[in-house]
């Protein structure tokens, strides 16, 4: 069974910067697109970043494209989401997710396979 496990969300005021970290488990995290996806209460689940397979091919929502780096350590099974320049607007509940079915990295929440249980985060302004 693969698991993801997020970590780095906490509270935060405007312009700081957070790192989020996911951790898998259970699977060859190695084969394995990775997203990011954040959502506030009421609204639908939105794309905020995705990374290939070997790191090479990144995709990052307009929103987030300037502040907003995804990385990846397969020698570590983690897949991280650096994040600066925070925004009031940024706050959510971020999650990692696994697509294993593919090596490039897609934007459809739906086309993942397996999610973490999400980290919150909040910025104050």
């Known amino acids: 069974q693969v698991r993801l496990l997020e970590s780095g969300g906490g509270s935060v005021q405007a312009g700081a910067s957070l790192r989020l970290s996911c951790l898998v488990s259970g699977g060859t995290f190695s084969r394995y697109a990775m997203g990011w996806f954040r959502q506030v209460p009421g609204q639908e689940r939105k794309f905020v970043a995705a990374?290939?397979?070997?790191?090479?091919?990144?995709f990052s929502s307009g929103s987030v494209r300037d502040r907003f780096v995804i990385s990846r350590d397969n020698a570590k099974n983690t897949a991280n989401l650096h994040m600066n320049a925070l925004e009031p607007e940024d706050t959510a509940v971020y999650y990692c997710?696994?697509?294993?079915?593919?090596?490039?990295?897609?934007?459809?929440?739906?086309?993942?396979?397996?999610w973490g249980q999400g980290t919150q985060v909040t910025v104050s302004a």
């Open positions: 990374i290939s397979v070997k790191g090479d091919t990144i």
């Open positions: 997710a696994a697509d294993v079915r593919t090596y490039t990295p897609r934007t459809e929440d739906s086309e993942y396979d397996y």
